[in-house]
């Protein structure tokens, strides 16, 4: 069975991975809503705004995960569970604010292998926590 150090560690680590690409993901999910419809700089502000509290958060779940919280877990699963149908569903069908799907830029299937790593280790993580209590 694996430790659950190692589990943590591996969660946290792409929590952080997780937050700094899609600072990147989020600057040009900007730039491409900005330029498609007229009100550049209120579109630009909106995405620009959302991934990065995003990015925040998930540093804070990183170091969380990594710092043994247990309270939090079920939290942090429905936020990764969240942004996971949320990156599908803006990439199949009309995202909000641009009335269309979003490209498909090269960042986006690592940040969905990260979503499925991430669902999957706090999802043990959780399972160990309910079981082991």
């Not at 149908?85 to 069908?93: C, E, G, P, Q, R």
């Not at 009335?99 to 090269?106: A, Y």
Request: glycine share 6%; hydrophobic share 60%; no cysteine.
């Amino acid at each position: 069975m694996i430790e659950e150090k190692i589990i943590r560690l591996v969660a946290g680590i792409t929590a952080f991975f997780w937050s700094i690409l899609h600072l990147d993901v989020g600057y040009n999910a900007a730039i491409i809503a900005a330029s498609t419809v007229g009100h550049k700089s209120l579109i630009f502000a909106i995405y620009s705004e959302y991934f990065g509290f995003n990015a925040a958060l998930y540093i804070f779940a990183g170091y969380e995960i990594i710092t043994f919280t247990r309270k939090l877990l079920l939290p942090f699963f429905l936020l990764f569970l969240w942004n996971t149908a949320l990156v599908i569903y803006t990439h199949v069908f009309a995202s909000p604010f641009l009335g269309k799907p979003l490209p498909i830029i090269p960042q986006v299937y690592p940040a969905i292998l990260l979503d499925i790593v991430l669902l999957t280790t706090v999802s043990i993580l959780l399972v160990r926590n309910i079981v082991g209590q």
